[in-house]
């Protein structure tokens, strides 16, 4: 049965400290792998589609890299907009995603 | 461009009483999507649509139900409600190959 498991729960950041975040999965067959922002009282928000190992993608101050058991979502230099949680999710089947079940990161200014 | 559309936001229903969650998109997306969100559960899948006319189960699809009569609008229908469903729901879209876009979300509380 295909899993995503995202750690850690929870991060707190101070204004400028650099981490990353850990989307671990196991699926027969990876087709894509996809993270997502959600933010309080709102639908996730698509970020970026990685669908190879080796593969990275930037945008702003994220950056998502995928190997072949795990993808990481870095945040250089966070500022406390970035505070939100971060969803990632495995494509199964016919365009199904199954999710992860999110980290939820704050940043302080 | 109003993207994926979700009604009503907020809704509180008695056990046993039924309602239909609204969803349409207005970007010709094939692919349409029910999901349920609880506190620290992610997302888990309730049905799903690969076109109109077409529909399967998901993850967890016991209590509800879902019809696709045209492209854009995919309903999901609640009979009688239960507290294990009180969550907030989600509806998205999507091309194939595509991600999705979601829906602002619908949060149902069953008292």
């Known amino acids: 049965e295909d899993q995503v498991t995202q750690s850690p729960e929870a991060l707190r950041l101070q204004e400028g400290e650099s981490s990353s975040l850990n989307c671990s999965y196991t699926?027969?067959?990876?087709?894509?792998l996809f993270w997502y922002r959600q933010d309080p009282g709102k639908g996730p928000e698509f970020l970026f589609t990685?669908?190879?190992a080796g593969e990275e993608k930037e945008k702003e101050r994220l950056k998502a890299t995928l190997t072949k058991k795990e993808s990481f979502l870095h945040i250089t230099a966070p500022k406390p907009e970035d505070s939100a949680t971060y969803l990632c999710?495995?494509?199964?089947?016919?365009?199904?995603?199954?999710f992860g079940q999110g980290t939820r990161l704050t940043i302080n200014p | 461009n109003a993207g994926v559309t979700q009604t009503p936001k907020f809704r509180i229903l008695k056990i046993g009483q039924s309602m239909t969650l609204q969803c349409t998109q207005d970007?010709?997306?094939?692919?349409m999507y029910w999901y349920r969100q609880d506190p620290g559960m992610g997302l888990k899948l309730i049905y799903y649509?690969?076109?109109?006319?077409?529909?399967d189960k998901g993850e967890v699809p016991n209590g509800y139900n879902v019809s696709r009569s045209t492209t854009e609008d995919f309903p999901l229908r609640l009979e009688l409600a239960a507290p294990s469903q009180t969550s907030v729901y989600f509806c998205?879209?999507?091309?194939?190959?595509?991600?999705?876009?979601f829906g602002s979300g619908t949060r149902l509380t069953v008292v």
């Open positions: 998205a879209s999507s091309r194939q190959g595509g991600g999705y876009t």
């Open positions: 699926v027969s067959g990876l087709r894509g």
């Open positions: 990685l669908y190879s």
């Open positions: 999710a495995v494509i199964q089947g016919a365009q199904k995603l199954v």
């Open positions: 970007m010709n997306h094939n692919y």
């Open positions: 649509s690969v076109g109109a006319g077409i529909t």
